[in-house]
């Protein structure tokens, strides 16, 4: 299913963030025209999604947002605003 999973994202316009290996990348130089795709890495983009996860993370160190105990929306959302303040402030 990985496969569908790729023809859906590129279906879509959404582009790879995280860099090819780097065997990957010669072995399609090596095989020229016939070697797939140019292999593409976007440096900035991948800055950003460091990034993003980073603050997921530190979201996640807070129990109450990891597992979200709240069944509705505004508890959840209430929840993720509080242990935002307080990395806010922390920093």
């Known amino acids: 299913m990985p496969g569908s999973l790729l023809r859906r994202r590129r279906k879509r316009g959404i582009q790879h963030v995280i860099p090819p290996k780097a065997e990957q990348v010669a072995n399609r130089v090596r095989r020229g025209l016939h070697g797939g795709r140019p292999p593409g890495f976007d440096k900035e983009r991948h800055k ?10 530190k979201l996640k160190g807070f129990r109450a947002v990891a597992t979200p105990y709240g069944k509705r929306a505004h508890v959840l959302l209430g929840t993720v605003t509080f242990a935002t303040i307080v990395i806010w402030l922390r920093s």
């Open 48 to 57: 950003k999604r460091n990034v993003v996860e980073r603050a997921i993370n």
